[in-house]
Structures are given as C-alpha cells and as structure tokens.
C-alpha cells in the first residue's frame, strides 16, 4: 500500500545534534569566534571593497534583518583601519578678503587643537603688547611730535595772519561762532557806529582790508583739513609701525611652527595685516569716559574683533588610532554634511565661522562610513547630498535651503573640503534593486554588492563554529555557561527557524536574544549553567507571547465555529493546511476545501478568485490543477464537465499554490463519487503532471493540524500528507514526533498525486495500460468513466440533473 511506502519515520521528523564529540561540557571550553560564519559571499565582498581604491567601489551590504551585516562590516572596516594612517585635522579660520568664505585649512592630526591654542595665546600676547607698544614713552614722544607739529603750523599761520591784521588796523576776534575779522583802535575794537561816522573813501577802504584778512582766514582755515588729514596719515602710519614692531616677532614665532603649510602662512599674514589695521581694538578703553552701555557695546566690539582670529578646529584626531570608522544613525542632510548655526544676537540671528559644525562625512574623511539605507532615504535631500559628495569628492557645508536654491540671503559659504572617504549602506535586497534599477548613480557610487543569506549549511564543521559562536555571545553579554544539551537545542532551533533540518539560520539577533532569555530563565530558576530545559522554557516563553491570535483561531475549531472535522469521510471535501504570520511568529491552521461538479464545458471555478480574494498564485495553482485534470482523463475529447472549489469559512485573502493539490484531491473526490477520509491534512502544490511539489512553512502546517487532533484527542488515524521533497525540511516538535513514534498520529511523503489519493481514500488509485484504460474499480477508473459518462450525455442533451439522477 501506498501508506506504508510513504509514512515517515520519527527519525525523519527531527535531526537532532550531538556535540559529544567535542569534549567539552559547557561554553567554557569554546574559544571565542572571531571570523563570520556562512557568509563566504559576503565576507569576500566586504573584504574586497575595503581594499580596493578606485572611485566608486563603494559597498551596499543586502540581507535581511536580523544578519548583523553593521557588525560585520564595521569589523573588516576597523581592521583595516588599524592599519591606515591617521587623517589630517581640518580648520576653518575667517577670511579677511572674502567675510562670507572662511578658509579650510589642513593640518597634521592633532596640531589643529594646537594651531588652536597658538591662535588663543597669540590674541592675548598681541593685546598686552600692543598696550605696552602704545603706553610707551618713545610712541608718546613721537605722537606728541605728530600732534605738536600740527598745532605749531596751525599757531604759525595765525600769528602771521594776525600781525598782517594788526598792520592793516585790523584784528582776529573769537567769538562763539568762530574766528572774526574786526578794526581796531588802541587795542580796542571800533564799533559800528565810529564805523559809520567815518567817510565812505575811509569806509570802503576799511572793508577792502577786512575782506582781504578775512580771504587769507578762509585760505588758511581750508588748508585746516588736509593738515588734520596728514596728521591722522602720520598718527596711523606710527600706529602701524609700533603695532608690525609689537607684534611682528610673536606672529613669527607662529609663522616658524607652520612653515610647511602655505595655507597657514598666507593666514598669519592676513592676521599680521588686520590686527596692524586694527590695533586700537585691542586697546584698553578709558574708565569713565563713556555711558555704561557705550561701553558695554565697546566691549562687545572688542570681543568680535577678536574672534576673527579664532580657529575653528573642525575635525581634531589627536585622539585617534588609525583611519575613523563612523557609523552615522540618524544621517539628515546636516548629520551627513555638516551644518552652519546661528546665534541670537540683539533680536537677529548672526552666523560666522567658529558656528560650521562637522557632518559624518567631516568626521569619517580619510576612514569609513557606515549609514543605514532606508533611514538615508527617508531624509530629505540626504541622498542627493551623499550622492553629490560622493562624486565630487569634496564636502559643502550649507543649509538644506541652500542646496534647495530656497534661500537669497546672504550666508556663509565655506571652501569645500576634498572628501576621502569609504561608504557601507546596511539595506535588505528588495531596496538595493530597486536603486540599481531606478537610479544610474547608484551603479556608479556602489559597484560593490555584499549579499548576505539568510541560511547556511548544516554539517559538523558549521556546527562547531555555530557552538563557538554561542560561547562568544555568551561571554560577550556576560552571561551564564551553556551546558553541551542547551547548545545542542539552539543548534536545533536554528534549524527550525531556517526551515530546513538541513540548514542553519544565519539570523545572529533572534540567536542573541533566544540566549539572553534563556539565561534570564536558568538566573530565575537559581541554576549557575543554562541547560536545554532553560532554552525549552525561553522558547515556549516566546511563543506564549504571542500564540494569543493562534489560541482564538483555535478554539473557533474546537468549538465548532469554524468547521474542520478530523474523523469521517466525505465526498468532495478536504483539510487543506495553511500558514497565518503575525510578526516574526507564525502558526499553521486548516481550512476546509470543497469542490461541486456538473456537467458543463471543463471550466474549474475559482470562487476566491470570483469574488477577488484569491491572489494570482492561488489563482495558478487552480489553472495546473485543470491542465492536469484535461491532459490526463480528456486527451483525446473535451472535458464535459463544469466544477467549482472553494475554501469554506474563508473571510480574508487566499494566495499561494500550496493547496493546489488538496485541491485537486478534492476534485477528484467529487467526480469519482469516492468519500476522503477527514482524519488527513494535506498540503503541496501540483505541476501538470501530477507531481506534487514543495511548499513552505511544513513544519508550523503539521503542527497546527496536529494540535487540532491532539486537542480532540488522538485516534491513531489522523496525519498530515506533505510533499516528498519537503521532509528535509522537518524539524517538529518533540509531541509531535512522539506522538508518530507511537503511531497515535502520521506523517506521510508523497510524491505524486496518485499516492495522495490511495491515503486519503483507500481505494488504489490504478495504473493505465497500454490503451490508456484503468483498472476497474481505481479512482481513476472512476474518474475517467465519470467523465466519459458526463460527455455522452452532454452530446445527447441529457441536463447535468438527468445524469445525476441516473
């Protein structure tokens, strides 16, 4: 019989793992892993993009969530970094020619903050010895030279003037509105009305003399501003002398600390030339001469002044070893590139140099970058500012309305700093082909891929790395020993969660967290070792979380709500097996699966697809499962006959090919008039050729129709039919392979329908002979007579309800 071939063994349910072998009893005797393991791929990936130089070969790690690909990436990055010279540090300093542009200048690392200080302590030197150059008895002397030169050429032409006016009868009166022409008499001046006794000749001759005096005043009092002006072009020329003097050998003593860097050179000549310019702000302002907030503003003055001298040391790796390696989390376009702040400043927001602030890119230059894909896209601009960066090789720091265009306003506009610099997007498979196909950039900046799986061999080498790798963990999150059986289980939950005994999950988080509840429960429990029992409790733990949803679908089962039967027969009618996903939990559950059929012109009606909830797989499964039916009982004449299929009690949408065979054995029932027994489940999908084909989440399936017969108690008779090719994939739970070890419940492995129908009916399903004719009595015989009988009678007219009565 075809159930005795096909049922499976309990040893072929679950592959358990002996790590007896070993040695060791617990952890302690693991060294710790430091290689990857199963993902050769994407190690020789990653290991060659950080190698290589060439522009563009920048790298995208693809994989699911869950792979530690950050971890990864982040320890072939920082190994070789360890190797790489450490980067220059990078300053902006103001720029006297251009306000707006500060200067970028590169340094060695760690002698930005020392340029820094040097700049700091040459402020404060500068301030005391200008004081001193300024207070000084020679710079007085000279002053007073200046001054005293300006007032003798004033006294000078005044007492010339006057003796001429004195000559004349005239004299050189001050008044409260300036200097004033009068005639004189004795000493004493002549007033108006001597003045009009006099006779017009002496008149008029009077005021000739005072108009020429008075001609000779303006004449001199014109010459006053150009005499001021050379006094004020002396005063700033000894200004500036005494200031280069003071100041000259403490900007030197800089200059001789920087002589390989022309940038800083050309910088402490601006300086050199700005403060000899601007020497008084560095003076002490006279106590008292000056309202309080006249002076507080001076101060103020005095104190902006100064920070045109300030560097601002943007990147500082006096501390570091090696190349950076920056893993930026949050990359915004400011994160990414850097920005420039602003401060609150009598009602107004003011900027300068000393307010641009490094981005990751700053920070991670002459290194690596690490940025996670989707964060990056879902930032405005952030890509294309990547992008940009990337391609120039040079970093711009503006604000995102400035690389918008959105803003007019005059702002700073730093130089550009040159980029070098290595990047790793962390994204999953499904994005990084979505950028190479809608994004030509992409191509160009990310050439290398580091595809990461999601699963990996099971054999014994693996499998002592995957026990090493729990010993690492272990240690490295301070946990409990694990004993050789609680290694052994989490080998074997690996497996479950790869879905395939013969594989093991490459997911490192669900491994991490599995262990910490696990020693969570054995620290509960008082144990000093984490046992299988420990790993047992945290996994059902886990499920009991979340099974709430599984436990109410359940129960609907078991009280009848939603019909499932797992005893009896019936014609037409079959257990179908799906599986429901809530998060990262997922559970199998039956549905039942009708079929009607009537003569008609060999059209399969899919009533989920009819009232759209069948999805376009669902929708194939049901187009095979027709091509099957008409190749194989209608070659040679049209298939007369009309059916329709549905999943009974189903309000939400049905995708997936995985009950096309149930299906069909479903179909078959209904023509062949021959009863399947409800005590089986079946599951696979079906080619048209009968070949039943693999399908996923087995396990969860088998389990779900399990606790349904368990719950209503066990005959001896109920199973779960699978596909042949899936019994590699088996990793049950211990219940359920104890219960098939006590034959109280079966699994079976088919390979083709044929074998299908013989369990499910107990009637042989036959084999052709030379002609194409079954045994009599078979499934196939029946069908095929069924449907011989349904053509006759649609040629003879005879209605599908005459051939039913017959």
């Not at 700033?236 to 100041?247: C, F, H, K, P």
């Not at 005590?679 to 048209?688: C, H, K, L, R, W």
Request: net charge negative.
């Amino acid at each position: 019989m075809a159930a005795n071939r096909s049922r499976l063994q309990p040893t072929q349910l679950y592959r358990k793992t002996d790590l007896s072998g070993t040695g060791f009893d617990t952890t302690n005797g693991f060294a710790d892993l430091n290689e990857v393991i199963g993902q050769p791929r994407a190690v020789d990936a990653i290991r060659f993009g950080t190698g290589i130089r060439s522009e563009g070969f920048n790298i995208f790690a693809a994989g699911p969530e869950g792979m530690d690909k950050r971890g990864l990436i982040r320890l072939h990055f920082e190994s070789h970094a360890g190797e790489e010279p450490v980067p220059s540090d990078w300053c902006y300093v103001h720029n006297f020619a251009e306000e707006h542009r500060p200067v970028a200048i590169e340094l060695p690392a760690g002698q930005g903050t020392v340029f820094r200080k040097e700049m700091e302590d040459l402020v404060q030197e500068v301030r005391a010895a200008l004081a001193a150059a300024f207070e000084s008895e020679e710079y007085q002397s000279r002053r007073q030279s200046v001054t005293e030169g300006f007032r003798d050429r004033q006294s000078d032409a005044f007492e010339l003037l006057q003796r001429r006016a004195h000559a004349e009868g005239l004299a050189l009166i001050r008044t409260p509105g300036g200097v004033a022409v009068a005639p004189v008499r004795d000493g004493e001046v002549i007033s108006p009305e001597e003045i009009q006794k006099l006779s017009e000749e002496m008149q008029k001759a009077l005021e000739e003399r005072v108009e020429a005096i008075q001609q000779e005043l303006q004449r001199i009092l014109g010459q006053m501003p150009g005499w001021q002006r050379e006094v004020r072009t002396q005063l700033d020329a000894l200004n500036r002398e005494m200031a280069g003097l003071a100041i000259g050998g403490l900007i030197d003593e800089v200059r001789r600390a920087h002589t390989d860097h022309e940038k800083v050179l050309a910088y402490l000549d601006a300086v050199c030339e700005d403060i000899v310019h601007n020497a008084e702000q560095f003076l002490p302002q006279p106590e008292g001469s000056a309202p309080e907030i006249i002076v507080a503003m001076q101060r103020q003055s005095q104190v902006q002044s100064a920070q045109r001298y300030a560097v601002n040391v943007l990147i500082d790796h006096s501390g570091t070893q090696g190349a950076p390696v920056v893993c930026e989390d949050n990359p915004t376009f400011q994160n990414l590139l850097g920005r420039i702040e602003h401060r609150a400043q009598m009602g107004a927001l003011t900027t300068d140099f000393t307010l641009i602030k490094a981005g990751a890119l700053h920070r991670a230059n002459g290194g690596y970058l690490i940025v996670d894909a989707d964060k990056l896209l879902m930032q405005p601009q952030a890509w294309e500012g990547l992008k940009r960066a990337l391609r120039s090789r040079r970093i711009n720091v503006e604000s995102l309305g400035q690389h918008l265009g959105l803003v007019s306003t005059v702002s700073l506009e730093p130089e550009p700093i040159p980029l070098r610099v290595k990047v790793a997007l962390i994204g999953d498979a499904r994005l990084y082909h979505t950028l190479w196909a809608l994004d030509p950039e992409f191509a160009e900046l990310f050439k290398v891929a580091a595809d990461f799986g999601e699963i990996m061999p099971r054999d014994t080498e693996t499998e002592m790395l995957y026990a090493r790798q729990v010993a690492t963990i272990a240690r490295r999150e301070g946990m409990l020993s694990f004993d050789r059986g609680a290694i052994e289980q989490l080998l074997e939950r690996s497996a479950r969660m790869a879905g395939d005994a013969e594989k093991l999950s490459a997911q490192t988080r669900e491994l991490t967290d599995l262990m910490l509840e696990a020693d969570y429960w054995a620290r509960e429990s008082g144990n000093t070792v984490v046992s299988v029992a420990d790993v047992q409790r945290a996994i059902d733990a886990r499920i009991y979380r979340v099974d709430r949803v599984r436990e109410r679908v359940h129960e609907a089962i078991l009280r009848d709500m939603v019909l499932i039967a797992t005893d009896g027969a019936e014609v037409g009618q079959i257990n179908g097996l799906s599986v429901a996903m809530l998060g990262n939990y997922a559970f199998g559950q039956p549905s039942r699966i009708t079929a009607r059929i009537h003569a008609g012109k060999g059209q399969v009606v899919d009533i989920e697809r009819e009232v759209d909830l069948g999805g376009p797989l669902h929708s194939k499964g049901v187009l095979i499962l027709t091509g099957y039916l008409s190749g194989r009982y209608a070659a040679d004449a049209p298939l007369s006959l009309s059916a329709s299929l549905v999943f009974e009690q189903s309000y939400a949408g049905v995708d997936g090919d995985s009950a096309s065979s149930a299906e069909l054995y479903a179909l078959l029932s209904a023509i062949a008039g021959v009863p399947i027994k409800q005590s089986y489940a079946v599951t696979g999908s079906i080619s048209q050729k009968g070949e039943i084909q693999a399908i996923g989440g087995v396990n969860e399936k088998i389990e779900g129709f399990f606790d349904i017969c368990q719950s209503r108690g066990l005959t001896g008779e109920q199973g779960v039919l699978i596909p042949a090719a899936n019994v590699k994939h088996l990793m049950l739970r211990q219940d359920v392979v104890e219960a098939v070890a006590q034959e109280r419940f079966h699994i079976y492995a088919i390979g083709h329908v044929d074998e299908g129908i013989e369990i499910l009916t107990g009637v042989p399903a036959g084999e052709p002979d030379a002609e194409g004719n079954y045994p009599e009595g078979t499934v196939n015989w029946r069908v095929q007579a069924r449907l011989k009988a349904l053509a006759e009678r649609d040629g003879s007219g005879k209605s599908a309800r005459e051939e039913t009565s017959e």
